[in-house]
């Protein structure tokens, strides 16, 4: 269920934009084709078209382009992915476009698709965007999950700390975490882990990383939620204190 909705919190915005982008296309076509059908709109057509082809091509060569070599595409997020469906898109668009206006013209059109050519010519169209949209999804979800960390690293230090009481003795030695052992023999925990701040509470476990944590030596710990663990937060103003303090 975590895993779901941050996944869904991290496509909201990219796929109401990629809805509003694909209305007003709609919207845009359904008015061109109005004024096809009245006539007046022919020549716009046609000045729409081969501009609507070149920049379709453009974008697909450049998106194939940046999987051998550096593009301003692939700098961009989810740049090369989304430029091929954008220009597959337009290319295709394109083409139906011709053959509606020499429909509209009655005339025959230029190699003029049979059906089950035309069916192909769909099923490809649709096997490309949906590949290039699925590599754009996980290029974008790659991007928030890296800025995501890159944000609660920068942020750790004001973040609240969690003390862990446990019954038995659970072994965490790491830069930051320091153990307590409670006087209390009739203590119900009787050890005490400072230091920690928690990540995530998923699957049954929690997974914590020390305050000292960093990239190059830090690591983390992932404990199974049980009824002998009894976690306590506190803010950083009480860190010192807290972590002097017996159980």
């Known amino acids: 269920m975590d895993y779901i909705t941050r996944s869904v919190g991290t496509l909201a915005v990219p796929m109401i934009i990629a809805a509003i982008i694909a209305l007003l296309a709609l919207w845009g076509d359904g008015a061109l084709r109005v004024r096809l059908a009245t006539g007046s709109g022919t020549r716009l057509a046609r000045n729409l078209i081969p501009a609507l082809a070149i920049v379709g091509l453009a974008l697909a060569a450049f998106s194939l382009l940046g999987a051998f070599a550096t593009t301003l595409l692939s700098q961009l997020v989810s740049g090369a992915p989304l430029g091929l469906a954008v ?11 011709r053959r509606h206006v020499a429909a509209a013209e009655q005339r025959p059109a230029r190699g003029r698709a049979r059906a089950w050519a035309a069916g192909w010519e769909w099923a490809l169209v649709f096997v490309l965007v949906a590949i290039s949209l699925f590599q754009a999804a996980n290029d974008y979800g ?4 890296t800025t995501f960390a890159r944000h609660f690293v920068a942020d750790a230090r004001s973040d609240p700390l969690v003390a862990v009481y446990s019954a038995q003795n659970l072994g965490l030695h790491a830069p ?6 409670c ?20 699957g049954g476990q929690y997974f914590f990383l020390p305050v000292a944590w960093t990239r190059s030596r830090g690591v983390a710990v992932l404990i199974p939620q049980s009824s002998s663990l009894r976690l306590e937060f506190y803010g950083p ?11």
């Open 87 to 97: 220009g597959v898109l337009l290319l295709s668009y394109a083409v139906r476009m």
């Open 183 to 202: 006087n209390d023999p009739q203590a119900a925990c009787r050890f005490r882990y400072n230091g920690l701040m928690l990540v995530a509470d998923s």
């Open 237 to 247: 103003y009480a860190r010192r204190s807290r972590q002097q303090s017996t159980c």
């Open 176 to 181: 930051g975490i320091r153990e307590v052992r």
């Open 142 to 145: 790659q991007y928030t999950c």
